[in-house]
């Protein structure tokens, strides 16, 4: 037996696949002529540059920065030790005769 399928039924029927498979035609489509254009290996080239996550610490600018933390936890951790010392002298003990 031979059965007469209609193309807008089964649309109609399963319209998360219908708009899925679109999407993924438009999507593929953009992407060819995106990447087939005459300049297409230095943009591959600069899309595969900005997924590159090394690129994306500037590591002087960084260093810089922790060396600066590290001082300003210098510089307080040495106020609080001049803060911590008593202002008055202690006793020495008196040293014991040997004898």
């Known amino acids: 037996m031979i059965r007469d399928?209609?193309?807008?039924?089964?649309?109609?029927?399963?319209?998360?696949?219908?708009?899925?498979?679109?999407?993924?035609?438009v999507l593929g489509a953009?992407?060819?002529?995106?990447?087939?254009?005459?300049?297409?290996?230095?943009?591959?080239?600069?899309i595969k540059r900005r997924m590159d996550p090394r690129a994306w610490v500037d590591a002087a600018d960084l260093r810089g920065r922790l060396h600066d933390a590290v001082d300003a936890f210098r510089s307080?951790?040495?106020?609080?030790?001049?803060?911590?010392?008593?202002s008055h002298r202690r006793r020495a003990r008196p040293r014991r005769r040997l004898g």
């Not at 953009?30 to 600069?46: D, H, I, K």
């Open 5 to 25: 399928i209609d193309p807008i039924e089964e649309i109609r029927k399963h319209p998360g696949v219908t708009a899925g498979g679109l999407a993924a035609l």
């Open 30 to 46: 953009a992407a060819v002529l995106y990447l087939a254009q005459r300049t297409g290996p230095t943009r591959y080239q600069r």
């Open 76 to 86: 307080r951790a040495e106020d609080f030790g001049d803060r911590a010392r008593p």
